[in-house]
DNA sequence: GAAAACATGTAACCGGTTACATGATTCT
DNA sequence: AGAATCATGTAACCGGTTACATGTTTTC
């Protein structure tokens, strides 16, 4: 259920259409959470449906009008009640250690190119994530801009002290993914 | 598509009723795949219907049945090129750090309490990967040894290492997970 | 004789993926 | 005029969860 509280956590901000949303999806929250517009698009208009917001047509162009979407007193409710609500930790359900606990099978070169697709993809997320940080400790990342207006000064740094300190905590399991598979690669030349 | 390949892995070894599947899925793999009964069962009629597998009923008692299955040439086959095949990684999409990233809005005392019990999860999961090492390089493991009975003995260093090394990762992970965990308690402290 | 373990299923539901589909607006 | 962007959907499918359901055998 967290797309829904993905969603309600962007519209804490401002109001928004299911494309902005979209966007978002592919920009700041897509880093933790990922929705196609075929996910969205019917969510909102559940979720108008279950009254956690409120859609409303806003003329576009000529011809064209679009649906934007505010978050409703029951909406911010429901947010808050999931935020103090521990999580359910998901059964543990992992190919990549899967796969690992197996490598005989596969060839030397396909282990190999396997633990090196894992440091390529680690490494491509720790390069997005620091420049995330970057942008936080600059005051360039326009959507954090955006909420801190919503907040009274002095919870300033809470509130980026919290996105921080999230891009941190992927960094650091990044880091420990890369460092993992480096080993791994080392093994595989001292088994052969 | 993991719960095949994770069916034909323990398949490798020896044939399996899906009750025996089941126990494994609770002990050993189950540390890296999760499978209830439900899923079971219905997978390895899909699978023998595929080729994959071959049941045989085997009398059981007075009036019981039970169906063993093995693993056929078609599904060695099928697991050594999903072992010799890059895994898909799937987008981000991970509870923890989007509830991190709008912290300010939980209680400081939910806050805390999520963070302790992120903690206490992978506590837990460390204990359980840790005693499977100690397993491991003390040959207690009889479901490692029954694999080692099928390979030839220069192969047993290999096979004994990545599943080592499987573990090692996952340990890894959880001493991550539960440092920056507790990085997130001294912030709540520093913030209050 | 009762409890624990062995054995196997069905069905409704849910969240997510992939593919398909369409049209308006704005920018160059 | 054409391309990029904005805007919004449908539908089939898949893997997984939860709840429901039943019967046998072995062990104490």
Known sequence: MSLRHAILALLTVEPMTGYDLLKQFEASVGHVWHAPDSQIYPALRAMEKDGLLEGADVTWGQRGTKRRYTITESGRAEFRAWMDTPLAYP??????????????????????????????????????????IREIETGGSS??????????????????????????????????????AERGLALLDELE
């Open 143 to 180: 959507m954090l801009n955006r909420r801190l207006a919503t907040v009274p000064e002095h919870e300033h740094p809470r509130t980026i002290a919290f996105k921080r300190y999230t891009y941190e905590g992927m960094i650091a399991r990044a880091e420990a993914e890369i460092a993992w």
């Open 91 to 132: 059964r543990d359900r992992d190919p990549v250690h899967l796969k690992a606990a197996y490598l005989e099978w596969a060839t030397p070169d396909a282990a190999r190119a396997q633990l090196r697709a894992h440091i390529a993809h680690y490494q491509e997320r720790l390069e997005q994530w620091r420049e995330k």
